[in-house]
């Protein structure tokens, strides 16, 4: 994880994508499946975010 998110943290910062209650729901998600050990479920709402945000950003037009 931390290497993505090196990554992809300046990006984010760039852009100033913030979406607010939802990304947070997905974190708390994130948390606790990963905490019962169920990467199953965090696979599928870690994709769900990382869409999520994209989608955010580039419906903005933040990366012009």
Excluded: M, W
Excluded at 39 to 44: F, G, H, N, V
């Amino acid at each position: 994880f931390a290497g993505v998110s090196d990554h992809y943290l300046p990006y984010q910062i760039v852009a100033v994508v913030f979406r607010g209650a939802p990304a947070a729901e997905e974190h708390r998600l994130l948390r606790d499946f990963a905490l019962a050990r169920d990467p199953a479920q965090a696979c599928e709402v870690l994709t769900r975010h990382v869409n999520h945000c994209v989608a955010h950003t580039l419906k903005d037009a933040r990366l012009q």
